[in-house]
């Protein structure tokens, strides 16, 4: 029996062991639903159905991943609709989805902050990173950054940036998987986690971008599907009148009217601004996501791929406020939902209780699934952004110095994405009874703070030197670490201090700037002759960057 | 060390970069990036500006008679915006920076 074939049948049969304890276990589900027999039921056909189709997609990559490039960005032969449809998958996660709707269900107008934020990068990525990113890079954004400053030293930092944003990522991912799992199909939290881990290794192992790619497209058609189901009744129940879904809400919130305007959760207007900075450029650092761009044959489809990802990102996120607003309308006013006047599984649960109000046990079987495989396809996009880091930039370029023995390569590719799913579900476990908020802010603030400012000026300003680079970089990253530590999520929540030492969560507003500026006084000053071959190459980089030939193109797509 | 950059690429890099052609190229999509990522940030500016210190007008409904806020409107217009303005340099790219990159590549590296 082939391996892959191995692989497939013994995650089989521990899905069915893991599932087979669902049937038994616990289902906190059932107070909220009264229905929890039929929900399970329908949650876990399916999840099964997602997990059997995306585990036969990577038998079928598995054929097609036998090199480093096939590994790494599935060979450049992603088409531009595919590799959009699986960045908005990315990108719609179940933060974006479960976070936004339910914090608009808490605190009405102000959770808009955050899906307007997510969307407004978007633009920026395409106009002034899409098309230079995807010509001078290869695997992974360190590539980019390397093509005219000096390797080692950049690398260093800028492998430091992707791995610390990779793994905070995974972990806030799987934590949030352990709870949402437990939460609706009542399965125990280590298994939840486990049973995430397990699957990612399977699809990242056996094939790879190709078959991370192609689980994230089904992932996000399935989201999108539900999603548009569940407008479709809200707007059906509401005989599409939509300014009586608004009226209702009104109606039945506890701070009324209040919800229609913003500054319920962020009074201080700095922390909007922050916030809105920290997601802008926050999603210009993302390695899983520029990693993306490598996986298209050329800067055209790079291109396209970022507008056909806006495209449905801004569909998603025009729903999400209805589905945000119908919640308060639908969910609020049904004591059902509730236990001890709290909202069953916290406010996250929102959009999730909405299904069952709109489309009964059937439609929150659905969603519920669709909420587990968003989890899984993101997990599995970090891994190989992680694998990528470690075998790639790290082995490959800083210890073989670009000439690394190919197939030990792809043998590092592969148990390094087995060893970072190892960390990261130890280290969900060890984390699951901590407050994890503030992991989840840090992979934005340290992309915005340190792989987008280094990108951008590598890409952008002449005089940008490899010491000015290295500079803001640590800059930007001890900065972003340590506000975020003196901030009010670690200093109060966590450490249990009165008052915290620096008044914001996201200090990206603080830290992206001192970044650059760092970059820009240390690059200014630097006379060094490392610094003059640096300046050097820049005309060379811009012919590259925006003909994407070969006549300066240092790889060959 | 430095990337090596041989220096057939060398001469063959610093051609294009000193072609008419190629520089037309550089302004012409420069241009259109660098106002397109200027409107964005202004629009995302003005509506976390906005939030930030005009939120009373946020709150206020867009029409008589209607509960629904100008906020709600501004954000929809705010998403809409950017997928329109992405819709604009997708356009431009195809229509008419794809010609000026096509003449460099025909004029300056073939005939190179």
């Known amino acids: 029996m082939t391996r892959p074939n191995l692989a497939i049948i013994s995650c089989l049969s521990f899905l069915l062991a893991v599932f087979s304890k669902v049937a038994n276990a616990n289902q906190k589900i059932t107070e909220a639903a009264a229905t929890s027999h039929e929900l399970n039921l329908t949650a876990v056909i399916v999840f099964c159905l997602f997990v059997i189709l995306t585990l036969m997609i990577s038998y079928w990559a598995s054929q097609y991943t036998n090199s480093s490039s096939s590994f790494y960005t599935a060979g450049g032969n992603i088409t531009s609709a595919q590799n959009g449809t699986a960045i908005a998958g990315d990108f719609m996660s179940a933060a974006s989805f479960l976070g936004i709707s339910g914090l608009i269900f808490s605190v009405g107008f102000d959770g808009l902050i955050l899906a307007v934020g997510a969307l407004s990068g978007w633009p920026v990525m395409l106009f002034i990173m899409s098309e230079r990113v995807r010509n001078l890079g290869r695997y992974t954004f360190t ?373 650059l500026l760092t970059m820009i006084i240390v690059s200014k000053f630097d006379k060094s002759e490392s610094a003059e071959m640096d300046r050097k190459a820049f005309d060379r980089q811009v012919v590259a960057a925006e003909l994407g030939t070969s006549v300066s193109a240092p790889v060959n797509h | 060390m430095n990337q090596v950059v041989s220096g057939e690429s060398q001469v063959d890099a610093q051609i294009v970069r000193n072609s008419k052609q190629f520089h037309q190229l550089l302004i012409a999509r420069n241009s259109i990036r660098y106002i397109l990522t200027t409107l964005v940030i202004a629009i995302h500016g003005f509506f976390i500006g906005g939030i930030a210190f005009y939120n009373e007008w946020f709150g206020q409904p867009y029409k008589e008679n209607s509960i629904i806020p100008n906020g709600i409107y501004f954000t929809v217009l705010v998403i809409i915006l950017m997928v329109l303005l992405e819709f604009v340099y997708i356009l431009l790219s195809e229509k008419k920076i794809q010609k000026l990159q096509d003449k460099v590549v025909s004029e300056v590296i073939n005939n190179d």
Not at chain 1, 239 to 244: R, T, V
Not at chain 1, 361 to 376: Q, R
Not at chain 1, 458 to 471: E, L, P, Q
Request: glycine share 8%; net charge neutral.
């Open chain 1, 143 to 515: 590539d980019v950054v390397t093509y005219r400053l000096q390797k080692k030293p950049i690398r260093s930092v800028a492998i430091l940036g992707s791995i610390s944003v990779t793994l905070l990522y995974l972990i806030a991912q799987l934590v949030g998987a352990g709870k949402l799992i437990e939460l609706l199909f009542g399965l125990p939290y280590e298994y939840a986690v486990v049973a995430v881990g397990v699957l990612v290794i399977i699809y990242v192992t056996l094939g790879g971008m190709l078959a991370t790619t192609w689980v994230q497209i089904v992932k996000a058609l399935l989201l999108l599907l539900g999603v548009s189901l569940m407008s479709i009744l809200i707007l059906m129940l509401s005989e599409f009148n939509i300014e009586s879904i608004f009226e209702k809400a009104v109606e039945v919130h506890p701070r009324a009217e209040k919800i229609l305007q913003p500054g319920s959760l962020f009074s201080d207007p700095v922390q909007a601004i922050t916030i809105g900075v920290s997601m802008m450029f926050g999603l210009l650092g993302l390695p899983h996501i520029l990693m993306r761009l490598f996986t298209v044959p050329n800067m055209n489809s790079a291109r396209k791929s970022i507008f056909y990802a806006s495209g449905l990102m801004g569909y998603f996120y025009l729903i999400t406020i209805l589905i945000g607003f119908a919640s308060i309308a639908f969910v609020m006013s049904e004591p059902d939902y509730f236990t001890e006047s709290q909202l069953i599984g916290g406010t996250n649960m929102a959009a999730v209780h909405l299904s069952h109000a709109v489309g009964g046990s059937l439609l929150m079987g659905f969603i519920s699934a669709v909420a587990f495989a968003t989890i899984l396809a993101v997990v599995a996009g970090l891994i190989v952004a992680g694998s990528a880091t470690i075998s790639h930039d790290l082995y490959a370029e800083m210890l073989c110095n670009g000439a690394p023995d190919l197939e030990k390569e792809l043998r590092i590719t592969k148990f390094s994405a087995v060893i970072l799913c190892g960390i990261g579900v130890l280290l969900g476990i060890v984390f699951q009874h901590q407050n994890v908020a503030f992991i989840a802010v840090m992979p934005l603030v340290i992309a915005a703070s340190v792989n987008f400012p280094i990108l951008l000026l590598a890409m952008y300003w002449k005089k940008f030197s490899t010491r000015g680079a290295v500079a803001g970089g640590l800059v930007g990253f001890v900065s972003s670490i340590s506000l975020i530590i003196m901030g009010p999520k670690v200093w109060v929540s966590i450490i249990g201090a009165s008052e915290a030492l620096f008044p914001y969560d996201y200090p990206a507003l603080f830290t992206l700037p001192a970044a």
